[in-house]
């Protein structure tokens, strides 16, 4: 009896010791996703405004070629 509660006793242990690191695990994990976060926001606005950056610059480059031929 007493042998199966030392058994019972070590097996809790190890599940709080295994959800502690778990625990551990996902508190790193979720510091490096606010950590990613600014710069994944940072990139979303900047795909945001490339159509207009790539628009501008062809149009200044066809205004550029009409006033070198005419």
Not at 15 to 33: F, R
């Amino acid at each position: 009896m007493n042998e199966n509660l030392t058994d019972e006793n070590l097996r809790h242990e190890k599940i709080q010791a295994e959800i502690a690191h778990l625990m551990a695990n996902t508190s790193k994990l979720n510091a490096e996703i606010e950590k990613i976060r600014p710069e994944m926001d940072k990139i979303l606005t900047e795909n945001k405004y490339y159509p207009f950056i790539v628009g501008s610059s062809l149009t200044l480059a066809i205004v550029a070629l009409v006033k070198l031929f005419l």
